[in-house]
């Protein structure tokens, strides 16, 4: 019977990290990003809706990409079109681009299957 109890405990204990690896995302970072979004859908959802697909989305983000790849890649996408060398560093650097454009391909796919409008 013992024996039973502790292997049970152990073999959850080793689901434990496949479970949490799923959303590694900060608290605050899923907050800010929900935020953003429903700031930017305003008027074409009611509150509710939009808080909720917006939450999907970046579950969705978060399965593609860890904590730091994300921040990289959002602070490229948001940066990347300011004027002149503010923004220069954004575009021209090749990393920076492919995981913009990374980035941009799995934010289409995230709003696609949340049925963002």
């Known amino acids: 019977m013992k024996k039973t109890s502790i292997s049970l405990i152990i073999a959850g204990m080793m689901a434990l990290p496949a479970v949490s690896?799923?959303?590694?995302?900060?608290?605050?970072?899923?907050?800010?990003?929900v935020q953003e979004c429903i700031e930017l859908n305003s008027g074409k959802m009611?509150?509710?809706e939009s808080?909720?697909?917006?939450s999907c989305v970046i579950d969705k983000l978060s399965e593609e990409f860890?904590?730091?790849e994300f921040e990289e890649a959002d602070t490229g996408f948001q940066l990347k079109n300011l004027p002149g060398d503010r923004g220069g560093e954004f575009r021209d650097d090749k990393n920076v681009g492919s995981g913009v454009a990374r980035f941009q391909e799995v934010h289409v796919k995230a709003y696609a299957s949340c049925r963002m409008r």
């Open 21 to 33: 690896a799923a959303n590694d995302f900060l608290t605050v970072t899923t907050v800010q990003y």
């Open 46 to 48: 009611n509150i509710y």
């Open 51 to 54: 808080t909720h697909k917006c």
């Open 66 to 68: 860890t904590q730091t």
